[in-house]
Protein backbone atom coordinates (compact mmCIF):
# COMPACT_ATOMS: atom_id res chain seq x y z
CA UNK A 1 0.00 0.00 0.00
CA UNK A 2 2.66 2.38 0.64
CA UNK A 3 3.69 1.65 -2.85
CA UNK A 4 1.10 2.75 -4.56
CA UNK A 5 0.58 6.03 -2.19
CA UNK A 6 4.51 6.93 -3.38
CA UNK A 7 3.23 6.33 -6.80
CA UNK A 8 0.31 8.22 -6.69
CA UNK A 9 2.17 10.89 -5.36
CA UNK A 10 5.05 10.65 -7.72
CA UNK A 11 2.60 10.63 -10.48
CA UNK A 12 1.20 14.06 -9.22
CA UNK A 13 4.33 15.97 -8.79
CA UNK A 14 5.53 14.60 -12.08
CA UNK A 15 6.51 17.80 -14.17
CA UNK A 16 4.35 16.40 -17.15
CA UNK A 17 0.31 16.94 -15.33
CA UNK A 18 1.44 20.11 -13.56
CA UNK A 19 -0.03 22.52 -15.58
CA UNK A 20 2.68 25.99 -15.97
CA UNK A 21 2.04 29.29 -14.03
CA UNK A 22 -0.50 31.52 -15.52
CA UNK A 23 1.16 34.38 -16.73
CA UNK A 24 -0.48 37.15 -17.98
CA UNK A 25 2.20 38.01 -20.34
CA UNK A 26 0.26 37.59 -24.00
CA UNK A 27 1.18 34.05 -25.71
CA UNK A 28 3.93 33.89 -28.89
CA UNK A 29 3.03 35.07 -32.07
CA UNK A 30 4.20 31.82 -32.82
CA UNK A 31 4.44 28.94 -31.04
CA UNK A 32 4.93 26.29 -33.03
CA UNK A 33 8.93 28.45 -33.56
CA UNK A 34 8.97 28.25 -29.53
CA UNK A 35 7.73 25.31 -28.15
CA UNK A 36 8.86 21.60 -28.60
CA UNK A 37 6.60 19.46 -27.14
CA UNK A 38 7.66 15.94 -26.60
CA UNK A 39 5.60 13.15 -25.79
CA UNK A 40 5.50 11.69 -22.29
CA UNK A 41 7.80 8.93 -22.61
CA UNK A 42 5.14 6.64 -20.45
CA UNK A 43 2.34 6.35 -23.26
CA UNK A 44 2.38 4.23 -26.42
CA UNK A 45 3.08 6.32 -29.72
CA UNK A 46 0.59 4.92 -32.24
CA UNK A 47 -0.19 6.69 -35.35
CA UNK A 48 -2.25 8.71 -34.73
CA UNK A 49 -0.87 10.12 -32.11
CA UNK A 50 1.98 10.68 -33.95
CA UNK A 51 -0.02 12.22 -36.93
CA UNK A 52 -1.28 14.65 -34.24
CA UNK A 53 0.15 18.52 -34.67
CA UNK A 54 1.11 18.25 -30.52
CA UNK A 55 4.38 15.99 -31.72
CA UNK A 56 5.35 17.38 -34.52
CA UNK A 57 8.96 18.92 -34.03
CA UNK A 58 9.49 22.08 -35.14
CA UNK A 59 12.92 23.76 -36.03
CA UNK A 60 13.10 27.42 -35.10
CA UNK A 61 13.68 29.61 -38.27
CA UNK A 62 16.52 32.35 -38.32
CA UNK A 63 14.64 34.95 -39.38
CA UNK A 64 16.06 38.13 -41.64
CA UNK A 65 16.15 41.45 -40.17
CA UNK A 66 12.85 43.47 -41.72
CA UNK A 67 13.83 45.34 -44.98
CA UNK A 68 10.23 46.80 -46.18
CA UNK A 69 7.78 45.44 -48.69
CA UNK A 70 10.80 44.01 -51.43
CA UNK A 71 8.06 43.04 -53.79
CA UNK A 72 5.77 45.17 -55.53
CA UNK A 73 2.28 44.19 -57.54
CA UNK A 74 3.28 45.78 -61.09
CA UNK A 75 -0.14 45.18 -62.10
CA UNK A 76 -1.35 47.89 -59.65
CA UNK A 77 1.29 50.65 -61.47
CA UNK A 78 -0.01 50.55 -64.64
CA UNK A 79 -3.14 52.34 -65.50
CA UNK A 80 -5.08 51.91 -68.31
CA UNK A 81 -5.39 54.91 -71.23
CA UNK A 82 -9.13 56.66 -71.00
CA UNK A 83 -11.28 55.52 -73.88
CA UNK A 84 -10.77 57.32 -77.05
CA UNK A 85 -14.31 58.51 -78.35
CA UNK A 86 -12.99 58.76 -82.04
CA UNK A 87 -12.07 55.22 -82.07
CA UNK A 88 -14.76 53.75 -80.36
CA UNK A 89 -16.90 55.70 -83.20
CA UNK A 90 -14.86 53.80 -85.99
CA UNK A 91 -15.07 50.46 -83.85
CA UNK A 92 -18.74 51.03 -83.06
CA UNK A 93 -19.58 51.35 -87.57
CA UNK A 94 -17.15 48.44 -88.25
CA UNK A 95 -19.03 46.15 -85.66
CA UNK A 96 -22.49 47.28 -87.09
CA UNK A 97 -21.21 46.48 -90.51
CA UNK A 98 -19.70 42.90 -89.62
CA UNK A 99 -22.88 42.44 -87.68
CA UNK A 100 -25.34 43.13 -90.38
CA UNK A 101 -23.55 40.61 -93.01
CA UNK A 102 -23.19 38.08 -90.41
CA UNK A 103 -26.92 38.01 -89.07
CA UNK A 104 -28.21 38.48 -92.67
CA UNK A 105 -26.99 35.04 -93.71
CA UNK A 106 -28.36 33.87 -90.24
CA UNK A 107 -32.15 33.95 -91.56
CA UNK A 108 -33.30 31.15 -89.89
CA UNK A 109 -32.02 32.27 -86.43
CA UNK A 110 -33.53 35.68 -86.57
CA UNK A 111 -35.80 35.90 -89.47
CA UNK A 112 -36.86 39.27 -90.01
CA UNK A 113 -35.69 41.06 -86.57
CA UNK A 114 -31.86 41.20 -87.86
CA UNK A 115 -32.03 44.84 -87.67
CA UNK A 116 -33.12 45.25 -84.55
CA UNK A 117 -30.65 42.86 -83.00
CA UNK A 118 -27.99 44.57 -84.94
CA UNK A 119 -29.01 47.70 -83.10
CA UNK A 120 -29.22 46.49 -79.64
CA UNK A 121 -25.75 44.95 -80.08
CA UNK A 122 -24.38 48.17 -81.63
CA UNK A 123 -25.75 50.72 -79.15
CA UNK A 124 -24.25 48.09 -76.24
CA UNK A 125 -20.62 47.79 -77.85
CA UNK A 126 -20.65 51.14 -78.43
CA UNK A 127 -21.73 52.64 -74.54
CA UNK A 128 -19.05 50.02 -73.74
CA UNK A 129 -16.27 51.30 -76.44
CA UNK A 130 -17.35 55.15 -75.48
CA UNK A 131 -16.99 54.99 -71.63
CA UNK A 132 -14.52 51.31 -70.30
CA UNK A 133 -12.65 50.24 -73.10
CA UNK A 134 -8.97 51.64 -72.45
CA UNK A 135 -7.07 49.31 -74.44
CA UNK A 136 -5.56 45.58 -74.81
CA UNK A 137 -6.65 44.13 -71.46
CA UNK A 138 -9.92 45.93 -70.94
CA UNK A 139 -11.93 44.06 -73.13
CA UNK A 140 -14.75 42.33 -71.06
CA UNK A 141 -17.08 39.65 -71.51
CA UNK A 142 -19.88 41.91 -69.60
CA UNK A 143 -21.34 43.87 -72.90
CA UNK A 144 -21.94 40.70 -74.52
CA UNK A 145 -23.65 38.87 -71.64
CA UNK A 146 -25.68 42.40 -71.75
CA UNK A 147 -26.60 41.67 -75.74
CA UNK A 148 -27.95 38.15 -74.88
CA UNK A 149 -29.90 39.59 -72.20
CA UNK A 150 -31.04 42.40 -73.58
CA UNK A 151 -32.57 40.82 -76.81
CA UNK A 152 -33.72 38.19 -74.58
CA UNK A 153 -35.63 40.85 -72.33
CA UNK A 154 -37.20 42.30 -75.76
CA UNK A 155 -38.36 39.05 -77.11
CA UNK A 156 -36.15 39.15 -80.37
CA UNK A 157 -34.88 36.06 -82.31
CA UNK A 158 -31.42 34.31 -81.56
CA UNK A 159 -29.88 36.69 -78.51
CA UNK A 160 -27.23 33.65 -78.07
CA UNK A 161 -26.05 33.53 -81.67
CA UNK A 162 -26.44 37.63 -81.93
CA UNK A 163 -23.60 37.62 -78.82
CA UNK A 164 -21.83 34.98 -79.68
CA UNK A 165 -21.10 36.51 -83.09
CA UNK A 166 -20.42 39.73 -81.67
CA UNK A 167 -17.75 38.34 -79.04
CA UNK A 168 -15.68 36.59 -81.68
CA UNK A 169 -15.43 39.84 -83.88
CA UNK A 170 -14.49 41.81 -80.72
CA UNK A 171 -11.88 39.44 -79.68
CA UNK A 172 -10.25 39.16 -83.18
CA UNK A 173 -10.41 42.59 -83.95
CA UNK A 174 -10.67 45.38 -81.00
CA UNK A 175 -7.76 45.17 -79.40
CA UNK A 176 -5.26 44.73 -82.85
CA UNK A 177 -7.37 48.08 -84.04
CA UNK A 178 -6.79 49.41 -80.52
CA UNK A 179 -2.78 49.18 -81.39
CA UNK A 180 -2.86 50.11 -84.95
CA UNK A 181 -5.19 53.19 -84.12
CA UNK A 182 -2.77 54.33 -80.93
CA UNK A 183 0.73 53.53 -82.67
CA UNK A 184 2.13 56.52 -83.17
CA UNK A 185 0.84 58.38 -79.97
CA UNK A 186 3.80 57.36 -77.65
CA UNK A 187 6.38 58.93 -79.97
CA UNK A 188 4.14 62.17 -80.09
CA UNK A 189 4.13 62.28 -76.36
CA UNK A 190 8.01 62.44 -75.84
Known amino acids: MAA ?6 ALVSSPLLIPP ?41 KRAPHRGNRFTCRAAEYKFPDPIPDFA ?10 MLERLTKKKEHFG ?3 GEVV ?7 S ?9 PGTLLVIPFIDMADTLREKGLPGAPQAAR ?14 NE ?10
Do not use: M
Open 21 to 61: PKSNAPPPPFPSLFHRPVPCPSLPLSPSRLSSPRFHRSIPL
Open 181 to 190: WTVGEDSDLD
Open 89 to 98: AAETDRFRTH
Open 127 to 135: NFLHTEYGG
Open 112 to 114: DSV
Open 165 to 178: AAIVWAQKHVDEDW
Open 4 to 9: AASAVI
Open 119 to 125: DVCTEIL
